[in-house]
């Protein structure tokens, strides 16, 4: 069953936006690579030095897997006050709401 895995961060604002996305890109193109991988969506708050993404995970084992190792990655970025969850999709209410629930 697909999977949510929802991970949030601080940083120093001044690493996000424009500067993140440049320093990013490789990162970006390689998670594409991750096992039972099928979608981000980045997130972050210049405002209050935040950031993360909203990814979309084939089943639990891949989300977790992809957790445990980019935590570890994150933290040698300098990214403190981490946080992740995994939750299950409710395919039926995402459907309604035009959610993709599928590759």
């Known amino acids: 069953m697909a999977v949510i895995l929802q991970i949030d961060f601080s940083m120093p604002a001044d690493s996000l ?13 390689s998670i594409n690579q991750e096992a039972g991988f099928i979608s981000k969506i980045w997130t972050e708050n210049t405002e209050t030095g935040e950031a ?30 981490i946080r992740s969850r995994i939750f299950a999709i409710n395919e039926t209410l995402t459907a309604i709401n035009h959610g993709q629930t599928g590759h």
Not at 17 to 29: H, Q, V
Not at 52 to 81: L, N
């Open 17 to 29: 936006g424009d500067n993140l996305t440049e320093a990013a890109r490789g990162l970006a193109e």
């Open 52 to 81: 993360g993404g909203i990814y979309h995970f084939a089943d639990k084992a891949s989300a977790e897997a992809y957790q445990a190792m980019h935590t570890q990655r994150v933290e040698a970025m300098g990214a403190t006050h």
